[in-house]
């Protein structure tokens, strides 16, 4: 917006507003807008038959503080439509692709992690049942080796309590299992933050570019150059767009894949609880409580 075109708008702003004052203090309003410029807009009521210094100063008053009022908006205004283009949208674009190689190391390590502790479900069932009908708790954690993950340490810490009844076996499974899931959700945050932000980072960098091109409208530049301007500034923001949905997208997808092995692994982990915590209640060699009648 070009500062001549600002000062038409603010006369013809004043003239309108000037025709709106109270008819109580008009009477000093003639001689002080015979100074504006002609075309300001607006209708000013006729003088008064009688006018006073009171009236005059409540004219000036209202002129002031309108003034006032319409110069710190339009500052606010402009400057931060000059902060925004100075600023531009590629430092956006820059943020939104950090934030996509965040997510990619998420997503690469999170994989890692659970390729690394899945186990069978039914194979291991029978081994430490196995295991326990055999030689007992000291048998089945032999069996388990060195088994880490949610299935690990769930049976290995309910071996560990074998010996302290059903009871206390069955809150020690509970206790870690969700010991275990804090270890599965990590960084898993990262991801469905990514997943509901990036959009919206994307579309304050396309808002940004939009800025631009309306700056590159008002700059009054003509033929190529203007037409590469506007251009440029749109291509910024349709890019920044597309690149925050690049980012929100996988991340979303990568989330709920995690999230649904999680589920799935801590049913198998509980499934395989159960069995042992069954073998506890009917086996009179364990120690259960069918064993000390």
Not at 221 to 246: C, F, N, R
Request: net charge neutral.
């Amino acid at each position: 917006m070009g500062r001549a075109m600002v000062l038409d708008w603010w006369w013809a702003d004043m003239g309108r507003w000037l025709a709106r004052v109270p008819s109580g203090v008009t009477g000093a309003i003639p001689p002080l807008v015979a100074t504006l410029p002609e075309g300001c807009g607006g209708e000013v009521r006729p003088r008064a038959t009688t006018s006073s210094l009171a009236s005059a100063a409540r004219v000036r008053i209202y002129i002031a503080a309108h003034i006032i009022d319409r110069a710190q908006t339009y500052m606010l205004t402009e400057s931060l439509l000059q902060f925004f283009e100075n600023l531009g949208a590629e430092w956006v674009l820059w943020l939104l692709v950090g934030l996509g190689l965040l997510a990619i190391v998420v997503m690469v390590e999170r994989f890692i992690f659970f390729r690394r502790h899945q186990v069978d479900p039914e194979s291991l069932t029978r081994s430490v049942v196995g295991a326990l009908r055999e030689g007992g708790p000291p048998a089945a954690r032999e069996a388990l080796g060195n088994l880490h993950g949610m299935t690990g340490g769930v049976l290995k810490a309910a071996l560990d309590a074998w010996d302290d009844g059903v009871e206390s076996v069955e809150e020690v499974i509970q206790a870690a299992i969700a010991q275990q899931r804090v270890y599965y959700d990590r960084f898993l945050p990262i991801l469905g933050t990514l997943g509901n932000s990036a959009p919206f980072i994307g579309l304050f960098g396309t808002v940004i570019g939009i800025l631009g091109a309306f700056s590159a409208l008002g700059s009054g530049a003509e033929g190529g150059v203007l037409k590469a301007q506007v251009m440029s500034s749109i291509g910024e923001a349709l890019i920044a767009t597309a690149v925050g949905l690049g980012v929100a997208i996988p991340s979303v997808v990568a989330f709920n894949t995690f999230k649904n092995r999680i589920r799935i692994m801590t049913g198998n982990t509980e499934s395989v609880a159960r069995m042992l915590l069954a073998y506890l209640k009917a086996s009179p060699l364990a120690g259960g409580p069918s064993g000390r009648r």
